[in-house]
Each structure stands twice: as C-alpha cells, then as structure tokens.
C-alpha cells in the first residue's frame, strides 16, 4: 500500500501538467522520502515477523540506520518547506508566482536532502567506530539509534551527546517555523470575510496539517519524552506509526482531500482503460 501509493503520487505529478506546482512537486519529493523509509523498515520488519527474529550484521543495521535516519530527517525538512509554500499560498497569493518559482524550489528541495544525508552521516560516522559485543539482542523491530548505541561495549557517550545536539535543535526549529507559519495562515483565514472563501484557504493546508501533525506527534512522543524501562513496548507500538503507518496514509490523505490530485487519477485510469481496448 505505501509503495503503490507514493508511486502513483509521483507518476502523477510527472505526467500531469496541472500538478506541476511548487506543493505537488514538494509532494512528490515527500512520497520519495516515504519510499525510501517504507524499503528499508518494512521488507525487514516482515521476515522479523515470520522468523521470530532475524540475525544482523552491524554493517547492515548501522546500513539501516542510515537510510532510516536520511528519510525521515529530509521528511521533517520537506513538511517544514511545505509549511512556508502553504503560508505564501494563503497569506501572500498575489506574490505566490514570484516568491515560489522554480529555482527557489529546486533549492529547498536539493538543500532538504544534503542536510537530511548530512546530519545522518555525522551520527553512523560516530556510531560506526563503537565497538559492539556479540550475542546482543535490539529490543526494536529496526535499527534505531537508541537501540543500537545501547549495543555498544564501548563509551557511548559522545555519540548520544552529538545525536542530541543535532536532533532537538532541528526538531525544535522545525516546529517553530511551522507552528508560526500556520498561526499566521489561521490568521489570515480568518480576516477572510466570506464562508466559502475560508473553506477554500483551509482545505488548501488541511492535508498538510493533518501530516504534520500525525508524523511529529509520533517522533515527539519517542524522542522527545524520556524513555523508562516500562514505556518500550509503548515506543515500538508508536514507531509502527511514522515507520509503517504513515507511509501509507500519506499518499490517502492528500489524495481523499485534495481534488486535483483525483482528477487526475480519474484521466490516468481513463487512458489506461483506452489503451486497453
């Protein structure tokens, strides 16, 4: 489901030329990041569930990590770019053209990815040179970062400190910027005078919103409040959400509330149907 989805979502904005704007081709590069994350957990996750538990090498899960680590940390970036081209669309639409041209774009987007592989080589750089003990179990269903620096027979405390330097501060940025962005997009919702025109405003961000909220509510509630030996199962139930759930969901919510998106599944399937026959 979350690979049929996020195909489609992005053989959709290649081949239609009504989505070829600024939020579908960030949208685009979001299924891309959920591609990516859906093929390094789930392929895993499911032979973890028929074996009763699998072997890894530490190659392959530091491998693990770092493909994890990359998708979901270039995801946060995209939503957050996602959040200001919402907040030009509402607040600023006369300038909509003018500030989110295609140049500007294509420099969120490449600087979304070098921060995301950047940040993450930093951490399994440091990570790779800990030495780890055999017969050790990862009490998780993949390799995270907590999990795996808990492996380590060596000090681990550089590490965990650099992993907390780099995350908290990011995450935290990151949910300023786009609980200003949305404060200012409700506020100018809500000068709007007609019923009809703040429902059109609204349901441009709703998706997006919905997104948000759904992805950082479950990273904030893993990361962000301190684990205790008795909150682990309740962590591995969560992280099913962002590393399993939300990866399908995603390519649905936008599709179920977004009508240029339907229409243009509703002409690929009328084409395919003719070339058929």
């Known amino acids: 489901m979350a690979l049929t989805g996020n195909l489609l979502i992005i053989v959709l904005v290649s081949v239609t030329r009504c989505l070829h704007s600024p939020m579908y081709f960030f949208l685009s590069q979001l299924s891309s990041c ?55 669309a509402v607040c600023k639409p006369l300038h909509y053209v003018t500030i989110m041209n295609v140049p500007f774009c294509l420099s969120l987007v490449v600087l979304s990815w070098i921060l995301g592989i950047l940040l993450t080589l930093i951490v399994t750089i440091l990570i790779s040179h800990l030495t780890f003990c055999n017969f050790k ?37 990151e949910m300023v910027f786009i609980i200003s ?3 200012c997009i409700f506020l100018a919702i809500h000068r709007i005078s007609s019923t009809s025109g703040r429902q059109k405003a609204f349901s441009t961000c709703s998706s ?46 936008y599709s179920l509330r ?6 243009a599944i509703i002409k690929l399937l009328k084409i ?5 026959m």
Do not use: W
């Open 34 to 88: 959920d591609i990516i994350l859906t093929t390094a957990i789930i392929p895993n996750l499911l032979y973890i569930t028929l074996k009763n538990g699998r072997p890894m090498t530490v190659i392959g899960c530091i491998a693990q990590l770092i493909f994890f680590s990359f998708s979901s940390t270039t995801e946060c970036l995209l939503l957050t770019m996602m959040s200001y081209d919402r907040y030009v």
């Open 137 to 173: 179990y990862i009490d998780h269903f993949f390799c995270d970062f907590a999990p795996l620096v808990q492996l380590s027979c060596s000090d681990n405390t550089v590490v965990r400190t650099v992993g907390y330097i780099i995350s908290v501060p990011e995450t935290v940025i």
């Open 272 to 276: 395919q149907n003719i070339l058929a």
């Open 181 to 183: 962005t949305y404060i």
């Open 208 to 253: 997006h919103l919905a997104v948000v909220c759904m992805y950082y509510g479950t990273l904030f509630a893993i990361y962000a409040v301190p684990a205790e030996e008795h909150s682990y199962r309740m962590n591995r139930i969560v992280s099913l959400m962002y590393t399993v759930v939300t990866p399908s969901l995603n390519p649905i919510i």
């Open 258 to 263: 977004n009508r240029e998106i339907k229409t």
